[in-house]
């Protein structure tokens, strides 16, 4: 982990006595807990942060970190809150462990919320919902690229062969599908952590491709498109 760089070094300038806690999900127990704060001290803004700010604002006044520990098993969490100009806005993050490896930014709200859901339903422990929530993802996933008769698996069959997904990608799609019919139908069938983070794995490769990465290859097209006429 990169320490944030500031003009002066940090250092700390309380150790927490008043139970203070931050709430985290820790990766290890696999749920929300409340994370014991132990220590805390002030850093300058680093430049990462100002690409974050709202447009009216004009910058940062202070960065607080937060150092934490999981109650049950010792896992390090590391929060920064940090306070805008001149509106006083405060913004908050976890800085380790990192929360969520999907970036949600320019995702189709239907899709959003089918893999928020999944994710909350994983960081829960409720593996049966995640893989769920990951089926019914995958049908938001159908209907918005223009596949809305039949079933899921006719769906997604017509989509690879009309090239719209790659066979990897209807590969991994196709199992989503499965597991979550199982999950749903099959009263014997237990899904377990591993299924299930698989599952959001898979889902988050899926999503990333069609949703984030093509559009962003769009633009870096075209953007190379307009360079080579100069």
């Known amino acids: 982990m990169v320490l944030p760089v500031c003009q002066e070094p940090m ?40 690409d974050r700010l709202d447009p009216d604002q004009e910058g940062l006044r202070w960065v607080k970190y937060k150092l934490a520990f999981c109650p049950a098993c010792g896992q390090v969490f590391l929060q920064r809150t940090y306070t805008s100009e001149p509106s006083d806005f405060c913004y908050e993050e976890m800085v380790y462990p990192k929360q969520s490896k999907l970036p949600l930014a320019g995702l189709p709200d239907e899709v959003r919320r089918g893999y928020e859901s999944a994710l909350s339903c994983f960081e829960t422990g409720n593996y049966e919902p995640c893989v769920i929530m990951c089926r019914k993802c995958l049908e938001a996933v159908s209907t918005l690229l223009g596949e809305t008769k039949g079933s899921l ?78």
Request: aromatic share 10%; charged share 35%; with cysteine.
């Open 153 to 230: 698996e006719k769906r997604l069959t017509r989509l690879r062969d009309e090239g719209t997904i790659e066979p990897k990608l209807y590969s991994w799609a196709d199992e989503l599908r499965l597991i979550g019919n199982e999950a749903t139908h099959d009263f014997q069938r237990r899904i377990s952590k591993d299924d299930a983070h698989d599952s959001l794995e898979f889902l988050e490769a899926l999503l990333l491709y069609v949703f984030v990465l093509d559009r962003r290859f769009q633009s870096f097209r075209e953007r190379r498109k307009g360079e080579s006429l100069d």
């Open 11 to 50: 250092k700390p300038e309380h150790h927490a006595m008043n139970n203070e806690t931050i709430a985290g999900f820790c990766p290890r127990c696999n749920r929300i807990v409340a994370a014991e704060v132990r220590a805390w001290a002030h850093g300058q803004p680093t430049a990462d942060l100002f």
